[in-house]
């Protein structure tokens, strides 16, 4: 079993984990006590959550977690080992290779999906593809189509979930007086990963490559010495 956090009666916050990654910089930090009620004012008030604030140490921004109260002891009050999730790291994507309007609303949907917001994150993943079509023309509809299936074997997705996903990216509005199921979070979880395979094959990867060869044909000066006399001049077609 885990050890609770709890605070003693001398005001001491005791907590197990005091470092993980932190949502605001990414990275693997300490986090140290910022502020945290006292043991008399909870004492008296009981309340069912108790908030603290940390600070990152590697960023130095404040973070709020909430703790469940688990129990009320004489001299301590024990919390659930783990905080409620407040602030969930930003999916990260690398949306310079996209084009404006894609990452635009792909921006957006990784923000529903962030905050929770299911449905509006299947309605913008939608309206991602449509971006997508519109800057690829409607012939890359079947490529794309062939892409999300290859998803499905690759990740062996189950049949019910990829019909949920396939249903979001590829079908129009539903008919008027029905509406499907609602997206699980599974279902949701999947969609992300999906949408996010999507981009990278079709943009990102692209993206990738011909910087890659751009360097093969214009390495950058500090990792190829040149001979002296090999004025940088040569390289002005790079641009
Ligand atoms: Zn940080």
Redesign the pocket.
């Known amino acids: 079993m885990t050890t609770s956090a709890y605070l003693d009666s001398q005001n001491r916050l005791h907590r197990e984990t005091v470092s993980g990654e932190?949502?605001?910089?990414?990275?693997s930090?300490h986090f140290s006590l910022l502020a945290c009620p006292g043991f008399a004012r909870l004492r008296t008030d009981r309340p069912a959550r108790v908030g603290i604030v940390v600070q990152?140490?590697?960023?130095?921004?404040p973070l709020f977690l909430r703790y469940r109260v688990r129990a009320w002891l004489e001299d301590r009050v024990e919390f659930h080992p783990h905080p409620e999730e407040m602030e969930r790291a930003p999916e990260r994507f690398a949306y310079d290779t996209l084009p404006e309007r894609v990452a635009a609303t792909f921006r957006e949907a990784l923000a529903c999906h962030g905050a929770g917001l299911l449905q509006a994150f299947a309605v913008m993943c939608r309206a991602t593809t449509q971006a997508m079509l519109e800057d690829l023309g409607e012939r890359s509809r079947l490529r794309i189509f062939d892409q999300v299936a290859e998803v499905k074997m690759l990740a062996e997705i189950d049949d019910g979930t990829f019909a949920a996903v396939r249903r979001v990216l590829f079908e129009g509005e539903p008919p008027r007086g029905t509406s499907p199921a609602p997206l699980t979070r599974l279902q949701a979880a999947v969609l992300l990963e999906t949408m996010k395979d999507l981009l990278f094959q079709t943009y990102v990867r692209r993206a990738r490559l011909q910087a890659a060869l751009r360097l093969r044909q214009f390495p950058p000066a500090e990792s190829a010495p040149r001979p002296a006399g090999d004025l940088p001049a040569s390289r002005s077609a790079g641009g």
């Not at 932190?22 to 990275?27: F, Y």
């Not at 990152?56 to 921004?61: A, I, L, N, W, Y």
């Open positions: 932190c949502p605001h910089c990414g990275n930090a990152c140490d590697s960023c130095r921004t």
